[in-house]
């Protein structure tokens, strides 16, 4: 068993170490390392240093002072796929000001977090490394926003920890369909090659075409700063990997069919326009434009959540922190509560 492992983990490291990625320079802009040491965050990001899977890592994650009277409660921002705890600025500036806490980490493969070599990624894993950062932190009960991405993790933390979950919000939540249903399977080593084709402009092209349904505009670019500069960073192959192996969570984990055994007062806040579907790429044009309905999606899982309430964003796609900042903000906090 124990060789065994080693051929596995030695084989995973020879292919990392011999991999090539496509460096783009179809696009100008800074180049960042795994860690994004010279990326600047919105707040002092500070580190949780703890063991697993029998291998030290690092969270990165900011805790945030609320900045308004403090109502002496929590909220932990889960992000997105393509995405670090950076792009909350606006949703931590409004929620610190309301009395707020905020707490926004960096999961385990993404932003300033480690970049492990081998990892076996799960949401029960991703959730319990963030239940283990908010006890050391002090905090006993959260509310959980989550979106994309997150709203699956954020989904599968509410169903570990109901007793700590006092509210969860899904924003745009890509765990409304289960993908694989359409989706041909893909290895994890399919999803690593893929990463590695990705340029920075195919990075700007995708999110205009999934989250802004063709639309773009400048106030977007910080969407895309990250993933770029990676690209055009010497450790993409490290950063491709651990995207390849948290994609195969997605397609392998989906959350929906327990939508119904949720205990916490839920929100779904969805913007209409969203076009984001996992695998377009991999079907024909025909199932390709019936995936990511989320006009529909939203209304099944509503259905589906006990007592859930629906805001619907008409005009609106994958990222209404973004896009619809004050109508978003609104349906947040008002389902909150604040005191």
Same mark, same amino acid.
């Given at each position: ?29 800074? +180049? $960042?390392? /795994? ?10 990001? *500070?580190?949780? &240093?703890?063991?697993?899977? @029998? ?30 705890? +950076? $792009?909350? /600025? ?10 707020? *806490?905020?707490? &926004?980490?960096?999961?385990? @493969? ?11 990624f799960t949401f029960q894993a991703l959730a319990t490394n963030t239940k283990a950062l908010?006890?050391?932190r002090g905090v006993e009960q959260v509310d959980v926003v989550g979106h994309s991405m ?5 989904? *599968? ?112 806040i969805i913007g209409q326009r969203d076009k984001t579907a996992l695998g377009k790429p ?58």
């Amino acid at each position: 068993m124990q060789r065994c492992l080693f051929v596995i983990i030695a084989s995973a490291m020879f292919f990392l170490g011999t991999a090539t990625p496509v460096h783009s320079h179809d696009s100008d802009g800074p +180049a $960042y390392d /795994a860690r994004l040491s010279s990326y600047d965050y919105p707040y002092e990001v *500070r580190t949780f &240093a703890f063991e697993s899977q @029998g291998q030290p890592l690092e969270m990165a994650y900011m805790d945030v002072a609320p900045t308004g009277e403090p109502n002496g409660r929590t909220v932990l921002l889960l992000h997105g796929k393509n995405f670090s705890g +950076a $792009y909350w /600025a606006d949703t931590i500036d409004e929620l610190a000001a309301s009395g707020y *806490r905020v707490i &926004a980490p960096d999961q385990i @493969g993404f932003g300033r977090s480690s970049k492990p070599e081998q990892y076996q990624f799960t949401f029960q894993a991703l959730a319990t490394n963030t239940k283990a950062l908010l006890e050391e932190r002090g905090v006993e009960q959260v509310d959980v926003v989550g979106h994309s991405m997150g709203g699956m993790l954020a989904t *599968r933390f509410a169903l570990m920890f109901s007793q700590a979950t006092e509210h969860l919000v899904l924003v745009n939540p890509i765990g409304l369909y289960d993908w694989k249903l359409q989706v041909p399977y893909q290895t994890v080593d399919d999803w690593y090659r893929s990463e590695l084709k990705k340029t920075a402009d195919g990075v700007k092209k995708y999110m205009t075409q999934s989250y802004f349904d063709g639309e773009w505009k400048s106030a977007y670019e910080p969407l895309v700063e990250i993933q770029q500069g990676w690209i055009r960073g010497d450790d993409y192959a490290r950063i491709a990997w651990n995207s390849a192996l948290t994609y195969d969570m997605i397609f392998t984990q989906p959350v929906l069919y327990e939508f119904d055994r949720l205990q916490t007062p839920t929100l779904l806040i969805i913007g209409q326009r969203d076009k984001t579907a996992l695998g377009k790429p991999l079907v024909s044009d025909e199932v390709a434009a019936m995936m990511g309905d989320y006009a529909t999606l939203d209304e099944a899982a509503a259905a589906a959540i006990p007592g859930a309430e629906l805001v619907e964003l008409e005009g609106v796609g994958h990222i209404p922190q973004f896009e619809a900042r004050d109508d978003y903000i609104d349906a947040l906090t008002k389902f909150l509560g604040g005191s």
